[in-house]
C-alpha cells in the first residue's frame, strides 16, 4: 500500500471536482477547492471520518470494496479506478461487461436526471444505480444480492417480482427475459453468470418452454406498464443511453405531458422526496 500516493491521489481527486459535477448544490459560501471531504464520503457510501483519515495518512489499510465505493463516488475513469486500487495495494478488478463501475460520462447525465424516473443496469438487468424517483417507482432494485440482482432471474426464480408489470404483459416479458438470457449466454459463454442462470432456471416449466424456442433479438416495447401499489397503473416511456465499453445501459422513464401518468409521476415525486426526509 502506498498510503502517501493514496492519500494525495485521493485530494487531487477531490478538489478537481465541483458540487454541480456530481448532482450537489454549489451553495452560497464555499471556499473549498473542489468537494468538501464529508461530500465525498457521502457519495461513497462511508463516514467522514473514515474518508478523511484516509486523505491524512491514518488508520487500516481499506478494503477494496471500500476503494471501489471510492472510486465510484469520485467519478474515477477506469483507469483511474485501476491506479487507486494499485496505489491501496490491491489488484484491479477485472475489465469488460458484467462490471459495477459506471463511467463518469454516464453518471454525470445520471446526477442531472432528477425529476423523473432513473436507473443504470447491466446487460443482465442488474440494477446498479437508481435515485429515488427510480426507487419510489419500482422499489429499491439494487438491495439484491447474487443471481438475484438481475431481473430475468427474478421474472422466473421469484414470480412475486411480476405484480410491479401489468398481467397481460406477462406472457411478452417472458419471452423478452429469455431472449435477452439467450443472447448474453451467447455472447460470454460457459462459465458467465448468463450461462449459470440458464442451468439454474432450466427445471422451470416456463423458462424451459421458451428456452426451446429458440427466440433472438426480441426488442423492449415503447412503452411500459408498471402496476405501482400507491398510484395505481403508469404507462411510460423508456429511453435508453448505452455505454457499450461496461455494457451498462441509463434507463430514463417519463410520461407524456398532460396524461394521467404524468399526474401519477408527479405524485411519485412527493413520495420519493419523502422517502428521503
Not at 202 to 228: C, I, M, N, T, Y
Request: glycine letters at 8%.
Amino acid at each position: 500500500m502506498d498510503r502517501p500516493g493514496l492519500a494525495e491521489f485521493l485530494r487531487l481527486r477531490r478538489e478537481a471536482l465541483q458540487p454541480e459535477d456530481v448532482g450537489l448544490p454549489r451553495g452560497q459560501r464555499r471556499r473549498t477547492a473542489g468537494l468538501r471531504r464529508e461530500e465525498v464520503a457521502a457519495l461513497c457510501h462511508m463516514s467522514t471520518d473514515f474518508y478523511s483519515r484516509i486523505e491524512r495518512q491514518r488508520g487500516p489499510q481499506p478494503s477494496a470494496q471500500m476503494i471501489a465505493a471510492m472510486a465510484q463516488g469520485l467519478h474515477l475513469s477506469l483507469d483511474e479506478r485501476d491506479h487507486l486500487f494499485l496505489l491501496a495495494g490491491h489488484q484491479p478488478p477485472l475489465r469488460g461487461a458484467g462490471g459495477d463501475h459506471v463511467s463518469p460520462g454516464m453518471l454525470r447525465v445520471f446526477d442531472r436526471l432528477v425529476d423523473t424516473p432513473v436507473e443504470i443496469v447491466t446487460e443482465l438487468g442488474e440494477t446498479v444505480r437508481q435515485n429515488a424517483f427510480g426507487v419510489a417507482l419500482t422499489g429499491d432494485t439494487s438491495r439484491f444480492t447474487g443471481l438475484h440482482r438481475s431481473i430475468g432471474y427474478r421474472w422466473f426464480a421469484d414470480r412475486s417480482s411480476r405484480a410491479l408489470y401489468a398481467e397481460e404483459d406477462h406472457p411478452f416479458l417472458s419471452r423478452l427475459w429469455v431472449s435477452g438470457l439467450r443472447q448474453v449466454a451467447t455472447l460470454r459463454g460457459p462459465g458467465s453468470r448468463a450461462a449459470t442462470m440458464v442451468e439454474l432456471l432450466s427445471d422451470d416449466a416456463e423458462f424451459g418452454a421458451l428456452w426451446a424456442e429458440h427466440e433472438v433479438g426480441l426488442q423492449p416495447r415503447e412503452h411500459k406498464r408498471f402496476v405501482h401499489p400507491e398510484v395505481g397503473v403508469l404507462e411510460l416511456t423508456c429511453q435508453t443511453l448505452l455505454d457499450p465499453v461496461q455494457s451498462h445501459a441509463l434507463l430514463v422513464y417519463t410520461a407524456s405531458p398532460g396524461s394521467e401518468s404524468a399526474e401519477k409521476l408527479q405524485l411519485l415525486s412527493v413520495i420519493g422526496a419523502q422517502s428521503l426526509a
